[in-house]
C-alpha cells in the first residue's frame, strides 16, 4: 500500500515487518528457483521446510501451540509476498497452514498435542481434503464414508484434486459419519501410513508444477477416534471456516503473482523499442499499464478489508472473504493475460516468467470454491430477508 501517514487504510510497522521477511525469504529461497520448479515439476520440500522456520508453517496457529497466532491480513501479506515469486508455492503452505488451523482450533488437547508440535515445524505437512470425483461445489453431497467400529473409524472413499497427495504426512478429511448433508459430515486426522491409504497417479496440470496433485484413496482405513477434530457432525462447519481464510490466502497468492506480471511488463516494455522508440513511451501501453494497476490495487484494497473482518469474526466476513476471493482471482488472471500481450510473442515463451504465472493463476478462479460459487455467496447474502 502506498506510504501514507499512519491511518486506518495503512500496514502498521509490525505488518510491514513480516512483509519484509517474507520478500527477503521470497527472493533469496524462491524467485530464483521458481522456473525450474515449474519445468521439472520439482517439489521444493526444503524451502518449504524453510519457510517453517519462519512461522510460516503456523501464521494464525496460538501461541500455546507453538505458532505464531497472526491474523488473517499478515497471513495474506505472506502469501501475496511468496506468490511474487512462485504462486504454486506459496498456495501450497497455504493450505497446510489451514489444515494446521483447523487441528488448533477445534481440535482436542489429545489431537493438538499428538500433531500439531511436528506441524508447526513442518517435519509433516497437511492437506485438506474436501473434494471427491462426484463432489466439488457441492461439498456437502461427499460420499466417503466412516462407520464407527469400537474406539476407531472405519474409512472408505475417494478424495480429487489434493494437493500434497502422496507427498503429505496428514490429511484432514471431511467424512460421512451420519445422515446426508452438511450435518453428517465430521473431520478426521487420517496418517499417510495407515493401511489402507493409497494414492492415485500424480494429475497432468496445466500449472501449479511445484507441488504434486493427486487422489487420495481410503480403503477401509481405520481411523482412531480421538483423530475426530471438532464433534461429530461438526465437519462441514470447520470446512467452511477454513474456506473463508484459504479465500483470502488465495486471493492473495493471486495479487502476488499479478503484481509480479506487472511489475516484468513494466520492465520489458521500458526496454522493448518498436518504431524508433520505447513500447512504455506509447499511449496505448500507458493506459494498458495504468488499468492494471488500478485492477490490481482495488482487488488489494478489498481483500485487506476481508481479512481484518475474518480476523474480527465479523458477521459479514464469508461474504466478503467471498467477494475478495473472486474480485483478486479474476483480477490476477487479467492482469497475468495482459502482461503476457505486452511482451509479444516472448510472453508465451519458457525464458520469460510471465507464461508460468499465467498458466499458475488461472486454477485460482476454480479451487476454493470456484468464483461462480462465490457469486452465489454474496447474492444470498445481499438478498437473504
Not at 95 to 104: F, G, K, L, R, Y
Request: glycine share 10%; net charge negative.
Amino acid at each position: 500500500m502506498s506510504q501514507l501517514d499512519q491511518t486506518q487504510f495503512d500496514l502498521t510497522p509490525d505488518q510491514r515487518e513480516i512483509q519484509d521477511l517474507a520478500r527477503k525469504f521470497t527472493a533469496d529461497r524462491i524467485t530464483p528457483h521458481a522456473a525450474e520448479w515449474d519445468e521439472k515439476h520439482i517439489f521444493p520440500r526444503d524451502t518449504i521446510k524453510a519457510a517453517a522456520e519462519l512461522g510460516f508453517a503456523a501464521i494464525y496457529v496460538s501461541e500455546e501451540s507453538g505458532g505464531i497466532a497472526l491474523g488473517r491480513l499478515e497471513a495474506a501479506l505472506i502469501m501475496e509476498a511468496m506468490a511474487y515469486g512462485c504462486p504454486s508455492t506459496s498456495a501450497f503452505i497455504s493450505i497446510h497452514n489451514m489444515a494446521a488451523w483447523m487441528i488448533d482450533r477445534f481440535g482436542s488437547q489429545t489431537v493438538k498435542d499428538k500433531y500439531l508440535p511436528s506441524l508447526v515445524t513442518m517435519d509433516r505437512i497437511a492437506s485438506y481434503c474436501l473434494t471427491e470425483p462426484g463432489s466439488g461445489s457441492d461439498a456437502a453431497a461427499l460420499k466417503t464414508k466412516a462407520v464407527k467400529d469400537g474406539n476407531d473409524w472405519i474409512v472408505t472413499g475417494t478424495k480429487q484434486f489434493i494437493s500434497g497427495a502422496g507427498e503429505n504426512d496428514l490429511y484432514v478429511t471431511m467424512v460421512r459419519t451420519g445422515e446426508d448433508g452438511p450435518k453428517g459430515v465430521s473431520c478426521l486426522v487420517i496418517e499417510k501410513d495407515m493401511p489402507g491409504v493409497s494414492f492415485g497417479a500424480n494429475e497432468r496440470k496445466l500449472g501449479w508444477h511445484s507441488q504434486p496433485t493427486r487422489q487420495v484413496i481410503l480403503d477401509g482405513v481405520r481411523v482412531p477416534a480421538e483423530n475426530m477434530v471438532g464433534g461429530e457432525g461438526e465437519g462441514f462447519r470447520i470446512a467452511m471456516m477454513g474456506l473463508d481464510g484459504g479465500r483470502l490466502n488465495i486471493g492473495a497468492c493471486s495479487l502476488g503473482g499479478a503484481q509480479r506480471c506487472l511489475d516484468e511488463a513494466i520492465g520489458y516494455t521500458r526496454d522493448r523499442k518498436q518504431f524508433g522508440t520505447a513500447i512504455a513511451d506509447l499511449q496505448n501501453t500507458q493506459f494498458m499499464l495504468a488499468d492494471m494497476a488500478t485492477d490490481l490495487e482495488a482487488a488489494r484494497a478489498l481483500l485487506y478489508m476481508a481479512a481484518a473482518k475474518v480476523t474480527a469474526n465479523a458477521p459479514d466476513k464469508t461474504k466478503f472473504a467471498a467477494m475478495a476471493k473472486r474480485l483478486s482471482t479474476d483480477t490476477g488472471s487479467a492482469v497475468a493475460d495482459r502482461a503476457l500481450q505486452l511482451h509479444g510473442g516472448y510472453g508465451y515463451l519458457m525464458d520469460y516468467p510471465i507464461e508460468r504465472f499465467w498458466r499458475d493463476l488461472r486454477v485460482h478462479s476454480i479451487l476454493e470454491g470456484t468464483n461462480q460459487i462465490m457469486r452465489m455467496i454474496v447474492g444470498r447474502e445481499l438478498t437473504r430477508q
